[in-house]
């Protein structure tokens, strides 16, 4: 790149060198020329002279002399500006010297007196001093001759040498010329390599990107289409992009046919328990603008089937946070439903076994006494004892029925929500639990309103208060007391986010072991017990559930200071829409 | 039939159920106290001539075992019957007294099992 600027400066520089240099020698052949026309004025300007002097000689009429006077100061001039331009020169001086001194020879010897013999009218006819006359001047002439071919020389030589500066020049400035091409060609060759070097391997690498951009476009769609769970895509404004394998499945839709088909006709949601349709995970994601949580819900399928989900959808933004995209997951959680059914069940079953010792007491005591008593009936009695027995009996008998209608609300499930007074439904789990507070020696107190009035599934509700009051038993130390408190709740103003609706708090307080802080996390989650064998560490997840499909939540606190040990239990129940039914059901 | 007026200690919580089971006894000529739980059985056990007890197993504070344990450290002759709701007590509780049964098994299968005691 710097080469050739370089080398373009040293031919221009060198031509300027030239250009001065050839200036000069036409400044020495412009001088030499003066000098020849000044050597040729002093020839004409010495004739003068000579054809003054002579015409004077002959005449002596002053008016011939005139010539010789007027050259005297023209020939000083001419004299001092050749020795000026021989010094330009730097030629011979002593050439001017002598031609200065010859004609001065000639004024002093030659010219003056014979002016002044004319003019004193002496002889003028001296052959002798004519003839000496004659060879100053002819002297004079040969010195000036000499001057002037040593200016012709001069005048040559600078001639000569000023074309073949010339010549050198333009030789300098064709192979200049040549060089720079060269050169300039050799750096644009060379550019041009470069630039093309650099456009390969561009391409090169845009070819790689390229592949590698193919190549994970791949495996996320071999991802995607292998993932375990149903994907679709969605653009922003709900048309259908991608669907993956598992989500043709599920959905029945294949993703040719639901290309661009709109979301809420492929994938369409209700609610699991009501069949109401909820709102689909696309239009939550647009409203709020960010993901959603796993919400579960039953999804249509396409021939009308369904199938229980769990669902969520997630938004794909663009760098300025514009909506592109919906992003909809999936998962047919029917299995999973259905194990959960089961350990539900079994959960059931291990609350039973848990209430046989109550069972077996409260049946088995009451029916020992009516036995006993119908002994005693056949044996001879009097009428009064015979009507007392029967009165003992009788009483014995309700209490069995009492039992017997407490363990089958247990069991009967209802099909529908209903509404529900709570204090009937913990007072008859307190009757199944009592022989086991008594055991224990563990007194309850229980303060419900009448009005506390909740929707929901009365043997549900009944399943999880006797598994929460059975905890607070457990943990319970003899002759402590467990608090159950209800209060109503009623619809805040625009909603509160733990109670949002109108509903009923039961608080179940113990003063028991409490619960460690490292156990409380785990509390909900099944198979997790502190009872070793006597749990199934289903108890509460199951509770949680019922309290959850009941639209309510369940919290818990438990304090360990030493003045104050416990825990705190508190289940919120909401009212509903169900309508108390005037004719009283057998809860 | 007469038992001769053998006196019989009846300890059980259940009021209705001792009640009953008293005149049945007495019926059959044997001298009946009662208690309605453990420690003022065990009262009694003490205060009183006891031949026998009839005892029940599920009581609040006190169980049927501990209290037969007590009366065994006590007076280790006095034949104890222990009566259960629950089918299936563990053999270390069960070990303790001379009969167990179940309630329910009726009012003779009662008697037979207590006049067994005496036979010895």
Redo the contacts between chains.
Sequence with gaps: MLLPIVFLLFVAGLLVWQVRSAEQTVERIQVANQNIATANLISALVVDEETGVRGYQNTSNEIFLQPYEFSIGPLQDAFAKLRSGIAAEHGDQSAIDDLVAAHQQWVTTIAEPMIDTVRNGGNTRDPGANLRGKAALDNIRAINGAIIDTEKQQNAIAVQRWQSQVTHTLYGVVAASLISGVLIGAFARNRLHAVTTAFQSTLLALRDETQITYQSEQRLLATLTSIGEGVVVCSSEGCIELLNSVAEHLTGWSQYEALNLAIHKVFVLVDEAMRDAVENPFDQVKRTNRLTGTLHALLVQREGSVLQIDCSGSPIHDRFGTLLRVVIVFRDVTEQRRTQAALVASEKLAVAGRLAATIAHEIHNPLDAVVNLLYLMKSSSTPEEMQQFIQMASVELDRVTQISRAMLGMYRESRTPVALELKPIVDSVLVLLERQLAKAQISITSVIPDDAIVTGYPAELRQVFTNLISNAAEASAPGSSIEILARLIAAPRGGSPAHPRAGVIVIINDHGTGIAASDLDRLFTPFFTTKGEHGTGLGLWVSQGIIEKHGGNITVESRASSTDQGTTISVFLPRGEAELSTTKADN | MSQSGHLVLCVD??T??L???R??LE?SGYKVITALDGKSGLSLFESNPVEAVVLDY????M?GGEVAARMRERKPHVPILLLS???GLPPEITKLVNVYM???E???ALLEKLGSLFEN
């Design positions: 919580d259940e209705v159920g009640q009953v089971r005149l049945i019926r599920a009581m609040p504070g169980h709701a629950y089918l179940t309630k329910g009726g009012a003779p």
